[in-house]
């Protein structure tokens, strides 16, 4: 057994061992870990989206869920699935919309871990999106997929997150990192949260990517160092100049195709790769799904998303257009699915333990047949009475 638990009592940088790194990274995954993987590639497993889907429909869903789980946390940490999107115009009808938003906004304010003006970048672009054409919002999140995943890592009420991120030709690699959330703290501040805090951060989020385009690896896929999450004190380990140059010289990558899917544990040591290429904008959706019990990275209006999306939801349903995992996929992403936080003296619970959310709202909403005045009204009260 591997030793994943370091004696740290003083926290600090000083206690980085690159050899534990080392032999974390040096694990191997055999053909049969994963049985329900399409195959292993560099040691992350690859399935296909025909499988999963495939997978409601004969009780093995819980046994996907499973074996993501543990790939997430025991295994190489990262997935890739092969045509999340099995229909590739909700990919291209939501690529039109980003392309029409960068108009708008142009390069946007830069990147987290890449030079300014190198990347394009939409922040929120789930919630831009959504008040851009709402049913190109409904038809690209209520891909069931979505939800499985997420489910596997964080359980339900998860709050999606998306911004767009674009590597123009010739734009150079991200620096190596972790994500959120203490992936975007500074090292002193991180310190100051004990250790077990810090490997606890993993277990609030997990990121994904959607490919908009086809991405061959001299457009830049997505570097990826699998095992790299197993190292404890990875959130003060990947600036530290050893562990960059470790990671340029161990990184993996796997070309995507558009709609193709990778989602991954978010203390992976991982960047967005350079982009060789003079004729490719290598387009990915990034996605960061955040657990019921997390702050998310963003601020999201969820009530406005939903309110705005309404009418379109209650026209397919009412034409029997959106009903199980998808209803319940794009009601997850669109509504605030969780109890809390709220006002228990205005919003008490009244018959259960937790007060009505958002998601229960809606569904109300739309079995009811409520039209849009209605639900707004119902909306409003809901939110008013949610506030201090």
């Not at 990274?25 to 870990?33: A, P, S």
């Amino acid at each position: 057994m591997l030793p994943t638990t370091i004696n740290n009592p003083t926290n600090d940088e000083q206690q980085l061992n690159i050899s534990i790194f080392n032999e974390l990274c040096q694990q191997k995954n055999e053909e049969n870990t994963y049985p329900l993987a399409q195959s292993i590639e560099n040691s992350i497993p690859i399935y296909t989206g025909k499988d999963l889907r495939l997978s409601f429909k004969s009780d093995m869903t819980q046994d996907y869920k499973n074996e993501f789980t543990h790939i997430f946390k025991e295994g190489p940490g990262v997935i890739v699935i092969k045509d999340f999107f099995n229909n590739k115009n909700d990919i291209d009808h939501m690529s039109h919309i980003f392309d029409e938003l960068l108009k708008q906004q142009g390069k946007g304010a830069g990147d987290h871990f890449a030079k300014d003006g190198k990347n394009g970048r939409i922040w929120n672009v789930f919630e831009k999106s959504a008040m851009y054409d709402s049913s190109s919002f409904i038809q690209y999140y209520k891909n069931p997929l979505l939800q499985m995943v997420a489910q596997s890592w964080l359980g339900p009420n998860y709050q999606v997150t998306t911004q767009l991120n674009v590597i123009y030709p010739q734009g150079k690699a991200q620096q190596p990192h972790r994500d959120f959330h203490l992936g975007f703290q500074e090292n002193e501040e991180i310190k100051r949260y004990p250790l077990h805090m810090q490997k606890m951060s993993q277990y609030l989020t997990l990121q994904g990517g959607i490919a908009h385009v086809d991405i061959p690896l001299d457009a830049g896929p997505t570097q990826l160092l699998p095992f790299s999450h197993q190292y404890d004190l990875g959130y003060l380990a990947w600036r530290d100049p050893l562990f960059i140059e470790y990671f340029k010289e161990h990184y993996v990558q796997l070309p995507l195709n558009k709609g193709d899917a990778l989602f991954f544990n978010p203390a992976l040591f991982h960047a967005g790769g350079e982009n060789k290429t003079t004729n490719i904008n290598r387009n990915v959706n990034l996605i960061q799904v955040s657990s019921a019990f997390s702050k998310p990275m963003e601020t999201v209006d969820l009530y406005k998303i939903v309110l705005n999306i309404y009418p379109e939801l209650l026209d397919l349903y009412q034409k029997n257009l959106l009903s199980g995992l998808a209803l319940d996929s794009i009601l997850t992403a669109s509504c605030d699915a969780y109890s809390f936080p709220t006002n228990l003296d205005t919003d008490s619970p009244i018959g259960s333990l937790a007060p009505k959310t958002v998601k229960e709202l809606t569904l109300e909403a739309l079995t009811k047949n409520w039209d849009l005045l209605t639900f707004k009204y119902k909306l409003l009260a809901h939110q008013q009475n949610r506030q201090s």
